[in-house]
């Protein structure tokens, strides 16, 4: 009974130590990821922005894809859209108050494939309201002598005013200055989280080595 008993702990530690294996944890890489939108100006035209720091973790279950998650920050003072009094108003209470509110943030529950799609279910955060949200995306890998590189590609809308994103103005003949709906995709590239970044050597090295001007 007791060898019988050892025979199935060893095959449950087993079975354990093979499932852990599929799943390992990524880095979201900022330097290769964005978080852009698109929003309705003045009914006409369409004007872009991006938010250029975007941070977080990327669990990857390689054996079973909906048993993956991920957890993405978003650093709302980091939104530009090329234009420095749009982007000074943007940050203001207006619209994202990045001093009260410094982040935005994305918290998956739920993986599910749907056909051929995959989507995310998870709680989105912005100017302090919580709403769970679908979030479709595709998912990518590639194999490299440093590990396994992940991409995301996610695309989705809001409705900024449910998140008291709320500035706006009526304009003569109809419509608002800025619309209510936010078209809004994420770009993320993920390594291995405990990936070290290469190491600069030979005459590479030297301005690293350098001390800073002032």
Do not use: C
């Not at 330097?31 to 872009?48: C, E, L, W």
């Not at 989105?124 to 992940?150: A, C, H, Q, W, Y």
């Amino acid at each position: 009974m007791r060898i019988k008993s050892s025979v199935i702990s060893a095959l449950v530690l087993a079975l354990a130590l093979s499932t852990a294996a599929f799943a390992a944890d990524y880095k979201i890489d900022p330097a290769h990821s964005s978080a852009t939108f698109n929003v309705r100006h003045m009914v006409i035209s369409n004007v872009p922005g991006r938010f250029q720091d975007v941070s977080g973790t990327i669990n990857y279950d390689d054996a079973d894809v909906t048993k993956s998650s991920v957890e993405a920050t978003i650093k709302a003072s980091s939104i530009t859209t090329d234009n420095e009094n749009r982007d000074k108003h943007l940050k203001s209470a207006d619209f994202f108050d990045v001093e009260k509110f410094p982040e935005i943030t994305f918290k998956s529950k739920k993986i599910e494939k749907r056909g051929n799609q995959l989507v995310a279910i998870g709680t989105f955060t912005m100017k302090g309201v919580s709403k769970d949200i679908e979030l479709p995306f595709e998912l990518s890998k590639l194999n490299t002598p440093r590990g396994t590189l992940i991409g995301i590609v996610a695309e989705t809308e809001i409705n900024r005013m449910d998140y008291g994103v709320s500035w706006n103005r009526a304009i003569e003949g109809g419509g608002a200055v800025v619309s209510e709906k936010v078209k809004i995709q994420l770009s993320l590239e993920a390594k291995p989280a405990g990936a070290a970044a290469p190491a600069k050597t030979g005459a590479a090295a030297a301005p690293a080595a350098a001390p800073a001007k002032k």
